[in-house]
């Protein structure tokens, strides 16, 4: 399996934006397709974002479709996530997870997670 380390979280007022950075060490990370996951406060974790082991691909949810935008960087083990024009109910810690099916990922399941990051935004 892959080690997963978020970062970048943290409190920003509504219409900002904030850009969240995914590490990974262990195993190839070029193997591994990619995807960040929130959970709100007393709710289920939903699926975010997802990125293919390339980058060529990607996948969002509806909700964060045209504010949100994934991407890797294979030389640095590193994904990010772009938050731009940021809601309240944008508020969750967000995790990311890697497994090396890219369907599996896209659906919010994965074999490897991050401890996760606090994003808050005010309104």
């Known amino acids: 399996q892959v080690q997963l380390v978020a970062s970048g979280g943290g409190l920003v007022q509504a219409g900002g934006s904030l850009r969240l950075s995914c590490a990974a060490s262990g195993r190839t990370f070029g193997n591994y397709a990619m995807a960040w996951v929130r959970q709100a406060p007393g709710k289920e974790r939903n699926f975010v974002a997802a990125i293919s082991w390339s980058g060529g691909r990607t996948y969002y949810a509806d909700s964060v479709k045209g504010r949100f935008t994934i991407s890797r960087d294979n030389a640095k083990n590193t994904v990010y996530l772009q938050m731009n024009s940021l809601k309240p109910e944008d508020t969750a810690v967000y995790y990311c997870?890697?497994?090396?099916?890219?369907?599996?990922?896209?659906?919010?399941?994965?074999?490897?997670w991050g401890q996760g990051t606090q994003v808050t935004v005010s309104s």
């Open positions: 997870a890697a497994d090396g099916n890219y369907a599996k990922v896209a659906a919010g399941i994965a074999g490897s």
